[in-house]
């Protein structure tokens, strides 16, 4: 049998690779037409099996013959089944009946020429019931057993041989026939009817894992949208917080100075004043002199001090940050040079035009420029680069020095915050710096690695050539951002 079948499925292969019809119809056919593919093979062996076992069934020459005649029938219906009506027709197939009439009638034929009613091919009726009930179900399982009645009553009047004795007999016959089909349509329908609980228990499950993945990626999504959201609210918070910070600051420094340049006027007037009396060979000279020197460096941080939280509007002309830089850059070449510093400039092709007051806007690159060289005590590069983004001009001081740590990115431009020693810094540039960069509606961030070096980035907006105004609204309007982003 194994042979047979290896043999059958050997040679359906071989029409699968001849056939490209087979493979589409394979693909898209009810599943009844699927398992009739299968049953087919069953019917080859079945064929086979009769001829094989035909001539040790103690059949005349002449019943034998006719058992062949129909064996040959039978091969030549399984042919035509296989290949012609499951590929062409297989509508033909639906419910059976076409399949159990022929077979009934064959198997009639065969307990005819074998016996008649006493042929032991009475028992093939059950494959045919049994197959239909499988497959189609009670009604078509019916069917075949009536058909097998009605067609084993003509084999059975026509030739009684052997057959049974009496109507009882008979009876008894069809009644295991009826029941055998209502048995195997009974099992089949539970088996069909679990596998569709199964299947849609399978679709439920694959449902609710479709629907549990799709949960899971939203979760993902929110949770990272969340995050982000959090991240940039705790910047746009710290942005706010530092802008306050520096605001109060200034309307505080701005009082103090306002105080202080008073008293430091008189103070000044009055050394001046002492000094003039005393004549040249006056002996308290040397110590009035300290006095108004000092005196003069508190008058130059009141300065910067007004600076920082000065209201008045600068006073603005139009220009390009290559000609601030290139007039800034000399101002602090002896000092580069004495650090070994390297200074290196670089504008984007195009014009970058910007509505600043020149002198202020030096003053922060003035400021900008120290402290990086003043961060390179071994020396190094300092980049400066100008480059237009969107409706801004941007203005980037790079260094390659030691760099911000973490704890001190958010004071560095608060007044009098200083890291250098001694007199060498009052802590005033960066936030003078802001002051302005402030008031010329622009923003001033850092990024700094400690260990690789500073960029300060200097954003102004593009001035409108057409009025010679700033792009945006007029200066002083709105804080200037400040931010420490760690690289
Ligand atoms: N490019 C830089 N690299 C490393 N640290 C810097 C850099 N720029 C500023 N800082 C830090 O910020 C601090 C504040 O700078 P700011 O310019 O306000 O004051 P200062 O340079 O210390 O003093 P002043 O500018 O008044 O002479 C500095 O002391 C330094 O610690
Ligand atoms: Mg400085």
């Known amino acids: 049998m194994t042979i047979l079948n290896v043999h059958l499925g050997g040679k359906l292969r071989l029409m699968r690779r001849r056939l490209p019809r087979w493979r589409s119809v394979q693909r898209d056919e009810p599943h009844f037409v699927r398992v009739e593919r299968k049953i087919v093979q069953v019917r080859w062996l079945t064929v086979f099996f009769v001829a094989l076992a035909a001539p040790f069934a103690g059949l005349t020459p002449a019943a034998l013959l006719g058992t062949y005649a129909l064996v040959l029938a039978g091969a030549i219906y399984t042919f035509m089944l296989q290949f012609a009506i499951i590929e062409r027709h297989p509508e033909w197939l639906a419910g059976g009946y076409l399949t159990s009439l022929v077979e009934a009638i064959l198997i009639s034929l065969i307990a005819f020429t074998t016996g008649g009613a006493g042929s032991i091919m009475f028992l093939a009726y059950f494959l045919i019931v049994v197959a239909a009930a499988v497959r189609y179900g009670f009604r078509s399982s019916f069917v075949a057993v009536g058909l097998s009645m009605v067609l084993y009553s003509i084999v059975a009047a026509l030739y009684p041989g052997g057959g049974p004795l009496g109507i009882g007999e008979l009876l008894l016959r069809f009644g295991f026939l009826a029941m055998t089909g209502m048995l195997a349509g009974f099992l089949a329908q539970e088996a069909h009817q679990s596998r569709v609980a199964l299947a849609k228990e399978l679709e439920h499950t694959r449902e609710l894992h479709r629907e549990s993945t799709a949960l899971a990626q939203e979760n993902a999504r929110l949770y990272s949208e969340l995050q982000e959201r959090l991240k940039e609210l705790e910047r746009t918070h710290h942005q706010l917080v530092q802008a306050a910070k520096l605001a109060a600051i200034g309307e505080l420094a701005a009082n103090v100075a306002h105080e202080i340049n ?13 000094v003039e009396d005393g004549g040249p060979e006056d002996p308290r000279k040397s110590e ?22 000065r209201q008045t509007p600068p006073a603005l002309e139009l220009t390009e940050p290559v000609i601030i830089i290139k007039s800034v850059i000399p101002l602090v070449q002896t000092r580069a040079a004495l650090a070994e510093v390297e200074i290196r400039h670089s504008a984007e092709a195009g014009p970058l035009p910007i509505m600043v007051d020149i002198n202020q806007m030096k003053q922060v690159f003035i400021n900008l420029l120290t402290n990086a060289i003043d961060a390179m005590p071994h020396g190094g590069t300092v980049s400066v680069t100008e480059r237009r983004q969107g409706n801004r001009v941007e203005i980037i001081v790079s260094d390659t020095g030691t760099g911000i740590v973490p704890e001190h990115r958010d004071r560095i431009f608060e007044p009098f915050f200083t890291t250098k020693p001694g007199v060498t810094g009052t802590g005033l540039g960066l936030s003078v710096s802001y002051g302005i960069v402030q008031r010329h509606h622009g923003t001033i961030t850092v990024a700094s690695t400690p260990g690789l070096g500073t960029t ?20 002083g309007a709105s804080a200037a951002t400040i931010r420490g982003v760690s690289k």
């Open 456 to 475: 300060f980035v200097v954003s102004l907006p593009v001035a409108r050539q057409s009025d010679g105004r700033p792009s945006s609204s007029p200066p």
């Open 262 to 274: 008073n008293p430091l006027t008189a103070v000044l007037t009055n050394t001046e004043l002492l």
């Open 288 to 309: 009035l002199q300290t006095i108004r020197e000092e005196a003069l460096r508190a008058r130059g941080i009141v300065r910067n001090l007004l600076d920082f939280a």
